[in-house]
């Protein structure tokens, strides 16, 4: 990438991150290109698409959850482990409004940009799943995608419930309790 080009690319994805954190991630791109100083013309030929930006936005937090998945999968407590990374996908989740919409649609549409950033987290999430699952901790039947698409379902609810702060600690806690033995 040439070095405008690679400047252009840096100052579309803070823009992102700022209108995704105002205004939620069905924020204009117009305004985006706009803020980042070039045409629409310019985002779109760095990100064909918004899920292509969502998904370049989101390298971060994708790379900070695989890591906290490597951590946990060395944790004493498999149950426990699994716990905390379904959080802390429920607290990614939530970061944007609209992005636990965002990354339910994904789940199902295996050309968008977004479910190519979910492959890795299933695969670290299955790996946690699996452990707790050999432990005796976690029944046999449950399956990392549904807990995937749950830990999105819990940040779309307290999403659209703000003024519960407690809505998705509870909510967690009532599936815990129905995906271990």
Do not use: K
């Amino acid at each position: 990438m040439r070095a405008d080009a690679r400047r252009n690319h840096e100052r579309l994805l803070t823009e992102a991150r700022a209108a995704f954190t105002a205004h939620g991630t069905d924020a204009s791109l117009e305004d985006i290109a706009r803020r980042a100083g070039v045409g629409i013309g310019t985002l779109y030929r760095h990100f064909p698409n918004r899920e292509a930006l969502l998904g370049a936005v989101f390298q971060d937090a994708l790379a900070a959850l695989l890591r906290h998945s490597a951590e946990l999968a060395g944790a004493p407590e498999p149950r426990a482990a699994l716990v905390a990374w379904l959080r802390a996908l429920i607290t990614h989740a939530g970061e944007y409004r609209g992005l636990a919409i965002a990354l339910m649609s994904a789940s199902r549409d295996r050309s968008s940009a977004l479910a190519a950033c979910g492959e890795p987290l299933r695969a670290a999430g299955s790996e946690l799943l699996v452990r707790a699952q050999r432990a005796g901790a976690v029944r046999a039947e449950v399956a990392i995608g549904d807990l995937v698409q749950l830990t999105n379902a819990i940040a779309l609810a307290a999403e659209r419930s703000p003024e519960d702060p407690e809505l998705a600690d509870r909510l967690l806690s009532l599936a815990v309790h129905g995906i271990t033995t």
